[in-house]
């Protein structure tokens, strides 16, 4: 009788465990992950990075050929320096005419000495928005970490062709850490924010700590999308056994060891303390 009592009472904590209480083997770790591509045209001539290597914000990356672009910089330093002359020029003409006597130079003369000096002082202006984007291109060349991360999927080498916005690398945001736990729906009611996660990752590492951070508010529907006609076209068949649908559970991780290298699309285990 009281084996038949410890094995009733063995079976029901297991079944609590494992049905009512809130934990997931389901847990993903994941981190943003930054697409770096050149923001301008041209041929790779340098590459500082290695795959799998930590860069700080800031580390160049790779280098575009910057010869192409320092040429046009000159250029359009030129062409601003033109248009600098031609504005003083035409603003000492105007000045020259408007102080002579009326007997001598006509009304008209001076106000097209006028318009004159408009028109140069609008080409200035474009000629020196057009030095800042040369300079800005130049500048460009030299691709940068936007942030502290991991380099992955390095696809650049020197010789490659850099097409704008072309991804050549992944960067993998080493503060950008965090676990997402897929909770089965009938477990949702056991959830609230700021509550305490224990996380056990599959390696068998170290346990982590966090907290619940948010909670997901929609998932996509499989059985129903959308016809030709946008109306509603409905799975005309029916699962007798209704599996509970699993809801993401973003966790921010608060404490992590130090020695423990966390590694984006690894598994773990992910228990609530509410």
């Known amino acids: 009788m009281l084996l038949l009592a410890a094995a009733l009472w063995a079976g029901r904590s297991a079944w ?50 910057k010869a192409r672009y320092a040429n046009a910089l000159a250029q359009a330093n030129a062409v601003l320096a033109a248009q600098q002359v031609e504005k003083g020029r035409r603003n000492s003409e105007a000045q020259r005419r408007l102080g002579l006597d009326n007997a001598i130079v006509s009304a008209e003369s001076k106000e097209t000495a006028a318009f004159a000096v408009g028109a140069a002082s609008a080409q200035y202006q474009a000629a020196l928005s057009a030095r800042n984007l040369a300079e800005l291109n130049l500048a460009r060349t030299v691709v940068r970490a ?11 080498h020197p010789g490659d ?10 960067l993998i945001d080493s503060a ?3 676990v997402v736990g897929y909770f089965e729906e009938t477990k949702l009611p056991l959830l609230k924010l700021n509550d305490k996660v224990d996380i056990q990752m599959m390696s068998g ?10 909670i997901a508010h929609g998932i996509t529907d499989r059985d129903a999308s959308l ?19 699993r809801v993401p559970v973003r966790i921010h991780i608060d404490r992590k060891p130090e020695q ?3 590694v984006a699309g690894t598994t773990c285990t992910v228990v609530i303390h509410g």
Do not use: C
């Open 16 to 65: 609590d465990h494992y049905m009512e209480s809130a934990w997931t083997r389901d847990g993903r770790v994941k981190a943003d992950v930054v697409t770096i591509s050149a923001d301008v045209a041209g041929t790779v001539t340098e590459v500082l990075v290695r795959d799998n290597q930590l860069v700080r914000q800031g580390d160049v990356l790779f280098v575009v050929d």
């Open 146 to 156: 936007p942030v502290s991360g991991y380099v992955t999927n390095l696809n650049v």
């Open 161 to 170: 062709f850099a097409a704008v916005g072309a991804a050549k690398l992944a």
């Open 176 to 178: 950008s850490f965090y």
């Open 205 to 214: 590492q170290a346990q982590l700590q966090g907290h619940i951070e948010s």
């Open 227 to 245: 016809g030709r006609e946008l109306l509603a076209d409905v799975n005309p068949t029916f699962n007798w056994v209704r599996l509970a649908q």
């Open 260 to 262: 423990l290298a966390l």
